[in-house]
């Protein structure tokens, strides 16, 4: 590793940290939105029944007849020492119940997003190659339809196909009662996975795309063709490989969009995760649980994005020329 | 390439929203009337398009339910544009170091996915209602847009006319209505087209999770959340139709954004020829 590029990640994490607490600041700031219910989502319905020495003690317990500033950083410090607070609605501590579902969605976003990936690069070389002709629009076409269609809805129509009509593949959860298998695992995922898939492939597949058709235009594909290789082995030799940076800066930004297509269809498929988390708790009003939710899902996408820049740099001579950004 | 108007898109468009503007007219019940003896009947002579688990004429609900529909779609991507306009204006115009700060802050809002933000938002401001929902979507479909401001705004900054209005004293506002605007609002047309689109997904995502309006106020949204008991009963129709008149609402308009971004690059070149040929002939 050269010295540019370690200061090149050096300047990233620092990026990192400063991202996660603009992050933390904004979850935090929307959290106290809530008229005047810190309170209640700590203790429930017992606020009502409190007498007003008991409120200002639990006020002052938690710090509420603090400014919003000190609030935050105690709250921040907090968070630093691992104490992510406790969810009202399971009487447990939000990391544990996160803990619990963050595997299954880690499995169903993972599955689609390699799916989605390889599928899309597919699509989009298939269709380059065939530009302007009746199949490349007719994909388009569709492409642009199946795009359009929300997720819930989609996934709807996969459950009433193949679940209440044909019968073959389990409507909901992410095992059978009393199963738990690997294959049972699987069954139950193609669904969901499917429903993705579906309603996110074109995302992806019209961004490559059209990067695939810009690159394929260029001057030297003209002189690979010149010198007799087939367009097969121009597409695949060297168009392809010239846009693998661009496909990894597509997937980073895709990222999020396959997040929340995950979580709504999981609350679809009552598949336990942290979109059924999430909704569940805001059904509930367990801000402590959706809040850190929205942390972890955040922190996800800007670890993901940040580890694509540093490897779109490292397969881009290209891109270590130019000067970053300033953070 | 040209993309032709899309006549079919527009016209099926202009239907839905005329429908729903009739709807007074049009619909044959009363759309929040639960007729008990005739739940979930399926399309046919005393409904057209049948009647969902609590008795309401469907076709009746999704004529009112359009509306609202549509209102929030609208008023939505009327906040968010607004806001973007600002926003990217702002840090199109801020030294470099602020136009950072201000653009890595979209890249924060963009890492939570929009449908988790509009959900926490959504629970901690309370109970929803219509304005709500505007009000929620609104703030978090901006930045997206105002990425694109900002960078349109870059580029004519430095433009002499926008110089000569600055030096004469013209405010910002001023500015920003008669130079910049007029600048990069056909760049961003097709993104506002879109985000309507996006809006009204938004809010049927919304309220068919149970977060958004309840049951008795009537959206494409709200309308669907019904449909998961019903199609283990085999009432396809409560899923299938209002569905369908969400998404071809939905594909109208996207398709049209698409035609707008399409010819949006050329528009420069298409406008000049037009006006050359009129001289011709």
């Known amino acids: ?327 | 390439m040209k993309k032709k108007m899309p006549y079919v898109a527009v016209a099926t468009l202009s239907v839905i929203i005329l429908a729903t503007l009739l709807a007074d007219v049009i619909a044959p019940y009363d759309p929040g009337y639960m007729d008990l003896s005739a739940i979930s009947t399926s399309p046919g002579k005393d409904h057209v398009l049948g009647t969902d688990t609590m008795g309401r004429d469907l076709f009746s609900a999704i004529l009112y339910g359009g509306r609202i529909s549509l209102v929030i779609g609208i008023a939505a991507t009327g906040i968010s544009t607004l806001i973007a306009i600002l926003y990217g204006t702002i840090a199109g115009l801020a030294p470099a170091a602020l136009d950072d700060v201000l653009m890595r802050f979209t890249e924060i809002i963009m890492s939570i996915p929009s449908i988790l933000l509009v959900i926490f938002i959504q629970a901690a401001i309370g109970d929803a209602t219509v304005f709500s929902i505007i009000i929620v979507i609104g703030a978090t479909a901006w930045p997206s847009v105002a990425k694109i401001v900002r960078n349109e705004v870059k580029q004519i900054r430095n433009r002499s006319y926008v110089l000569a209005a600055k030096a004469m004293g013209g405010s910002f506002f001023y500015i920003l209505r008669k130079h910049l605007m007029p600048g990069f609002m056909s760049t961003i047309m097709f993104m506002i087209v879109s985000n309507i689109g996006s809006a009204i997904m938004t809010e049927a995502t919304l309220s068919f999770l149970g977060l958004g309006l309840p049951l008795d106020e009537l959206s494409w949204g709200s309308l669907l959340s019904i449909s998961q008991r019903a199609i283990l009963s085999g009432a396809w129709w409560i899923l299938l139709i209002p569905g369908t008149v969400l998404t071809v609402t939905l594909i109208c308009i996207m398709d049209v954004g698409e035609y707008l971004r399409v010819n949006n690059k050329r528009g420069a070149v298409i406008a000049r020829n037009g006006f050359m040929k009129r001289r011709i002939i």
């Open chain 1, 1 to 327: 590793m050269d010295k540019s590029t370690r200061i090149y990640i050096g300047k990233k994490l620092l990026q990192f940290v400063i991202s996660m607490i603009v992050l933390i600041l904004v979850v935090f700031v929307v959290s106290r939105l809530a008229p005047g219910d810190p309170l209640r989502a700590y203790y429930g319905e017992a606020v009502e029944r409190m007498s007003p020495e008991q409120l200002a003690h639990a006020e002052h317990r938690l710090g509420l007849d603090q400014s919003l500033a000190v609030q935050f950083f105690d709250w921040l410090g907090q968070v630093f020492q691992g104490d992510f607070g406790i969810s009202f609605q399971y009487k447990r501590s939000v990391m544990d119940v996160i803990g619990d579902v963050a595997g299954n969605t880690a499995v169903l976003a993972l599955v689609s997003f390699i799916i989605i990936s390889l599928c899309s690069l597919a699509l989009a070389i298939f269709c380059v190659r065939r530009e302007g002709k009746t199949v490349d629009r007719v994909i388009c076409k569709l492409g642009v339809m199946t795009g359009s269609v929300p997720e819930f809805f989609m996934a709807m129509i996969f459950i009433m196909v193949f679940s209440v009509i044909l019968g073959i593949l389990p409507q909901s959860g992410a095992v059978s009662v009393g199963g738990g298998g690997f294959l049972d695992r699987a069954v139950h995922l193609i669904l969901p996975v499917a429903a993705i898939s579906v309603s996110h492939i074109w995302y992806c597949t019209y961004l490559m795309r059209s990067r695939l058709s810009d690159e394929m235009s260029k001057d030297y594909v003209l002189l690979c063709m010149a010198k007799g290789l087939s367009e097969k082995q121009t597409v695949y030799r060297h168009c392809v490989r010239n846009i693998t940076p661009s496909v990894v800066g597509i997937m980073a930004v895709f990222l999020p969009h396959l997040l929340a297509g995950a979580y709504v269809v999981e609350v679809v498929f009552s598949y336990p995760g942290m979109g059924k988390l999430a909704v569940e708790s805001a059904q509930y009003h367990d801000y402590n649980l959706l809040m850190m939710v929205c942390i972890i899902t955040g922190a996800t996408v800007i670890t993901v994005n940040i580890i694509a820049d540093i490897i779109r740099r490292q397969m881009d001579p290209e891109l270590k020329q130019e000067r970053g950004q300033l953070l």
